[in-house]
């Protein structure tokens, strides 16, 4: 069993930046693809970025390519999410999660990972 904690979230103005951050305990992470997805208010869960159990490759949502950046510390048993150039469309809780299946694709579905955190919140003022 693993346990996900994502904190970073805050309000912060259009075109600033935040750093999120998805601490895993319980076990390691180093075997899982880490995804970052995102859900606004009335609206479902959103894809937003995987990377793979090595970090060395990362797949992104068209809504954000470009501006965010996933990234992951095996060592400190945490993954990040770089958001920049935030906009009010990327208001919403982010949530990590892991698939612990060692797919051989970037999993976009909400129901192909195995472990949630609690999420963070992202306020971005027009």
């Known amino acids: 069993q693993v346990q996900l904690a994502e904190s970073g979230g805050g309000l912060v103005q259009t075109g600033g930046s935040l750093r999120l951050s998805c601490a895993g305990s319980?076990?390691?992470?180093?075997?899982?693809?880490m995804g970052w997805f995102r859900q606004a208010p009335g609206k479902g869960r959103e894809f937003v970025a995987a990377?793979?159990?090595?970090?060395?490759?990362?797949f992104y949502a068209d809504s954000v390519r470009g501006r965010f950046t996933i990234s992951r510390d095996n060592a400190k048993n945490t993954v990040y999410l770089q958001i920049n150039s935030l906009k009010p469309e990327d208001t919403a809780v982010y949530y990590c999660?892991?698939?612990?299946?060692?797919?051989?694709?970037?999993?976009?579905?909400?129901?192909?990972?195995?472990?949630w955190g609690q999420g963070t919140q992202v306020t971005v003022s027009s």
């Open positions: 999660a892991a698939d612990v299946s060692r797919p051989r694709r970037f999993p976009q579905i909400p129901g192909e990972y195995d472990y």
């Open positions: 990377i793979s159990w090595t970090g060395d490759a990362t």
């Open positions: 319980g076990r390691t992470l180093s075997n899982d693809v």
